[in-house]
Structures are given as C-alpha cells and as structure tokens.
C-alpha cells in the first residue's frame, strides 16, 4: 500500500503537507511528523489532545464514533458535532488520501 | 446523546440531602488475619492484592482514616476507569499552589504546557533510537550473574538497567550514577512530604536542593554541547525562556525520579513471575515476540504504580457511595486491573490472555508518559532472561523484601533474590 498524503492545518493556521503511512493511525502520522499533538494517552480513546476537525465531507464517510470516543469529544474545545473526531481512532484508509485535517484548540 | 452510559452520575442534592459517610476501614469486619487496610503501609500490605480483592468485593469505595484528612480508595475497574476519564471531578492538583513542576500534580491547562515540553522525547519513534543502548546495558547487567549462579534482582540487574537508562536519556554521566540514585530517592521524599503528607528523611530537603545545583550544571553543560537527549531539549526551553530556571530543574528531576523506581520494580516483577511460571522462559526463548504478551499482562498482573492520587471538585456518586467534594481519592490501577468483572480469572498471570485497556500505565491524561520506554526495558529483560536462562527460581533462604514506608505510589520488590541456571542448548 502507498502512503496517503495528508494536509494539516495547525493552530496558527500554518499548512503543513505531510505522508501518511498505512502502518500509522492519524494521530501517529501527526505525532511522528512533529505537530503539537500530545497525544497523552498513547492512543487509547482517553484524554482528547488528539482531537482534529474533518471536513464534513469527509466526516460523513466515516463509520459511528464509539461511545468513549463521544464521550470525551462533547466535553473538547471546540466541538463539531459533524467534524470532530480523535485522531486516534482513524486508521489508516486508501479512503482517505489527500484530505485536510485541522488540528482542534488546545485546552 | 449515547453517552449517558458511561457519564459518572452527578448527586441529586433535592432527594439526598447530606449523605451519610461509609464506615471507616478499620471498623469494618475484614477476614481474620488480614489487617485493616491502611494509608501508610505499616508492612502489612507490602503485596496488596489480597486486600483489594475483599475491597472489591466489600467495599470498592473504602475510607480510610489519617492524620490529615479521610483519604477514599477506588479498587473496581469500571470506577476506576471513569475517575481518570474525567480530570474536571477527579483533579489531579492535590496540592495548591503545586509546589513542584511535576506532571502527575498538574491540571489542564498548565498539565498541556508542560507535557508538551518533554512529550516528544518519548514518543515511540523517539525511545526506539535508545534500543541497541538497552540491550547492550541488559547484557552486561546480566552475565554476570548468571556466571555467579544469582544474585538480588534489584540491586544487580532491575537499580542499574534503569539508572543507565533514564541517565541515557538525560544525557548525564553513567559516573555520577550513585550520586543520582541517592538524590533521586531523597527528592522523591521530600516531594512525599510537600505534596502527600509523608514522612521525609530530615536530609531529604538538603539533599533537593543540591540535586537541582546539580541538574542545573548538567543543562548548562548539555546546551553547550547542543545535546540532542530528554535534558538537552528542556535546557533549551529553558535558554529560550518558554521554562523558568525552577521549571525546568525539576522537570528533569521529575523525569528522573519517576522513571527510576517504577521501572526498577517492574523488572524485578519479571523475574518473579518467571520464577512462578517456568515453563515461560522455553516459550519466549522459542518464540521472543511472544516476549510484548508477557510484559502487557505483566503491567496488568503486577504492575508498579498502586495509587493515582485525585482530590475530587465535586460531589460525586461511585459504586453506590457519595463522595463529598474536596476529598482526597486514591484511585487504585492495580486492584482494578484483577477485576475479574473486566478480565475473567484475573488473579491469574497468563500471558495469552487479552490485556486490551488495562490501566498498569494509567488511562487518561495522565497515562504513563514512559510507558514506551519502560516497554521497551521490560520486553528486552524478558527476552533475554528466557534466551539465557534454562532455570530461574528463587532463592528459599532469603524471602521477597517489600517497598514500604514513604513509598506507598509504587508496591513490589525491594529485593528479590533468585538462583539462576543458564540454558544450556
Ligand atoms: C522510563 C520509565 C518511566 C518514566 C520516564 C515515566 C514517566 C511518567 C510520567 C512523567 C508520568 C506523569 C504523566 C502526567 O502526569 O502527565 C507518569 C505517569 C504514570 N506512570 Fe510512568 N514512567 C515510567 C515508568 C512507569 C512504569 C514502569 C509504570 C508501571 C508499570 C508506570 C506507571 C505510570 C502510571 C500508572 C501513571 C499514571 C499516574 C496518574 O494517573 O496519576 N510508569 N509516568
Ligand atoms: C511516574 C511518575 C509518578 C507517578 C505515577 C506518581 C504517582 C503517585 C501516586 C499515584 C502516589 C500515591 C498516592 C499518594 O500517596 O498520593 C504518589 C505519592 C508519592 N509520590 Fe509520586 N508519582 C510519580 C512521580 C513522583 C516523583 C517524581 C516523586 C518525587 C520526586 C514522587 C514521590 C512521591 C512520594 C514520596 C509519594 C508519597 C506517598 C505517601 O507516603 O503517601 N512521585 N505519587
Ligand atoms: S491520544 Fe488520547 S484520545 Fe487520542
């Protein structure tokens, strides 16, 4: 499988173009390309500061957030009910080659 | 909105009016021989799952009495879990103002900031350069005794592997080793005092302060020298005025300090279960990957880290019991994780079984920032103690030495010692 490329819109509103790896969830494609994602739980649906923003289109294609996931996200700066997911949770997919993903405010 | 389920439920005040408090721990009717559980360890809990089995059965929301205030543990793991979902309640600033720039003492937002400083130094990708540099230290922290037929796990193999480790990692001198070992020890006491009510060792404050001249020297040193290691990097913060002077000492130290015993005890808990469970040095030797199974139901089985201290802001229900706002909580990762609600049998080490989600790194926002690299200190002993050993047991003569006193965070082993044979092909 190739690498996914990825846009990422951080919190000063930079862009950054990055290579997604079909090994890597979203939020390890960010952690590893240096953005400021914290990350803090390692990836286990538990703390938020890997909270991004889809485009609705985009958002729209992808399955249910899971009841953990919900959980944290209403309570996250900034929520979308139609955008916002945990970067942590999205494996890699052909699906999503070339989409733009901006990084949510930190609290 | 389905998240109702696992909200925490919030106290109605019109129907409850004040609740009544639950009997103190030692009022209550625990199996003979088996004394109250208490805050500090008076050495009747130096291996406390027998104790926490009847909490979670009897009273998964204990209070226990103390000189300073009613302190409540947590032993279930669905309670458990929620609390450290939920920092907004259960509010990791037990001490204000925080004395001490130590993560485990902050909340959002300051936690974020600081966290964020030393993160990317511990990232998978980042502990991964440090591989060849643990084996080769594991190498020849065990040889050795092997070739004296055992030893004490702790001091000869589980104190040294980690100590070089974290210095690695700070980039200070393996030289000054000792020296750091002391100071480490001491800090962690003084902070026991400042920000738990413990005891101290009367020197511990002496010795706090020299340890941060210390570190300070080292960060002058390794930003000169334009280090690229855990210490270089917050030296610069530092240089660059996102860190205070005082910030960045004791961020160092808090690094140091909690990745020292933690690790150091579960090392030596490796060993242990290899010594309960034998036939698992044939089974990894001929199988090391089968090595990460071992080391995940090892954080879940014997894990270091015992208590998770919480002060809660609110009122809040757990387990059918009100605690009041303003009480200071411990949440207990290692009881929840035998929880057999949650992993059938789990008083059982058994490495094929699914450790998914279990809380030996902690859950949240406060999960084990080391976790990658105590992984990778712990998969590499246990490789290679089954690639060497063809018997590891221990020693009959001199019994399991617990961790006790100021030291309550972390429970296991403060020797271990053990005989061992090496495999012989
Ligand atoms: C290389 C060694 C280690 C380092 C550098 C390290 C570092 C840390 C740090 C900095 C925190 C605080 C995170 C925060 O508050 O944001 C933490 C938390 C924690 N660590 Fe580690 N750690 C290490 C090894 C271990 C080991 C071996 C265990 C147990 C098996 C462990 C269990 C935990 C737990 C349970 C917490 C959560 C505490 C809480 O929720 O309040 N750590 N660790
Ligand atoms: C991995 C990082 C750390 C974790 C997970 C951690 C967590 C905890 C927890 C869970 C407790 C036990 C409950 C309590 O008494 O509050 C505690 C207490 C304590 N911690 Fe930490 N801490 C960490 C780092 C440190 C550091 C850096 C120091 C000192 C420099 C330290 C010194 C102490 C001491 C002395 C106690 C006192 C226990 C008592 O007698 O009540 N810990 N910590
Ligand atoms: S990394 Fe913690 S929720 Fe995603």
Excluded at chain 1, 65 to 76: F, G, Y
Excluded at chain 2, 7 to 12: F, H, K
Excluded at chain 2, 119 to 144: C, M, W
Excluded at chain 2, 193 to 202: H, I, M, P, S, V
Aim: one cysteine or more.
């Amino acid at each position: 499988m190739s690498n996914n490329k990825l846009t990422v819109i951080d919190r000063e509103g930079s862009t950054h173009d990055l290579q997604w790896e079909p090994d890597q969830t979203l939020m390890e494609a960010l952690r590893d390309n240096d953005l400021p994602v914290l990350a803090s739980c390692g990836g286990t649906a538990s703390c938020a500061t890997c909270h991004v923003f889809l485009e609705k289109e985009v958002f729209d294609t992808l399955a249910e957030r899971s009841e953990d996931e919900l959980e944290l996200l209403v309570d996250a700066e900034g929520y979308q009910e139609c955008g916002s997911r945990l970067s942590c949770q999205l494996a890699f997919s052909q699906d999503l080659n070339g989409v733009t993903v901006t990084l949510a405010p930190e609290e | 909105m389905s998240a109702a389920t696992t909200e925490l439920t919030p106290v109605d005040e019109s129907l409850s009016g004040p609740a009544a408090l639950p009997p103190y721990s030692h009022e209550l009717a625990w199996p003979d021989g088996m004394a109250p559980f208490k805050v500090v360890d008076d050495g009747t809990q130096g291996d406390p799952y027998a104790h926490y089995a009847w909490m979670r059965d009897n009273a998964p929301v204990l209070r226990a009495a103390s000189p300073v205030s009613d302190v409540w543990f947590i032993s279930r793991y669905d309670d458990v879990r929620k609390a450290m979902r939920a920092p907004k309640v259960f509010s990791s600033q037990v001490v204000d103002p925080v004395p001490l720039t130590f993560l485990t003492l902050f909340d959002a937002p300051n936690h974020t900031r600081l966290r964020q400083v030393v993160a990317q130094a511990f990232t998978p990708k980042a502990i991964a350069r440090f591989e060849d540099r643990v084996r080769e230290n594991a190498h020849k922290y065990l040889d050795p005794m092997i070739a004296a037929g055992g030893g004490d796990a702790v001091d000869d193999y589980a104190i040294p592997l980690s100590m070089s480790t974290i210095s690695a990692l700070l980039d200070v001198p393996a030289s000054d080793f000792e020296k750091m070992k002391f100071w480490s020890d001491e800090t962690f006491s003084y902070f026991g005092r400042l920000a738990r009510n413990a005891q101290g060792t009367g020197t511990d404050e002496q010795s706090t302060f020299e340890f941060f001249a210390y570190l300070k020297d080292t960060m002058e040193r390794l930003y000169r020298e334009e280090s690229e290691s855990v210490g270089g990097h917050i030296a610069r913060m530092w240089k660059e005025g996102l860190l205070s002077e005082k910030e960045a000492k004791e961020l160092c130290a808090f690094v140091f300090v909690a990745g020292h015993d933690t690790t150091t005890i579960l090392l030596a808990n490796a060993f242990r279960v290899f010594s309960e469970q034998p036939e698992l040095l044939d089974r990894i030797r001929q199988n090391p990957a089968d090595a990460n199974l071992f080391v995940e139901e090892l954080a879940r089985f014997r894990g270091t880290v015992q208590r998770a201290s919480r002060i809660t802001t609110e009122d809040v229900e757990v387990a059918g019991v009100r605690i009041p706002a303003g009480a200071i909580v411990r949440l207990l990762p290692a009881a929840a994780n035998r929880d057999s609600a949650k992993y059938p049998d789990g008083e059982t080490f058994n490495i094929d079984r699914n450790t998914d989600g279990h809380l030996g790194f902690g859950h949240g926002v406060h999960s084990c920032l080391g976790a990658p690299l105590a992984r990778l200190e712990t998969v590499v002993t246990v490789e290679l103690l089954a690639a060497k050993l063809g018997s590891l047991t221990l020693n009959n003569d001199k019994p399991i030495e617990y961790v006790r006193g100021n030291n309550l965070t972390n429970s296991g082993p403060e020797h271990l010692y053990v005989e061992l044979e090496k495999f012989n092909a």
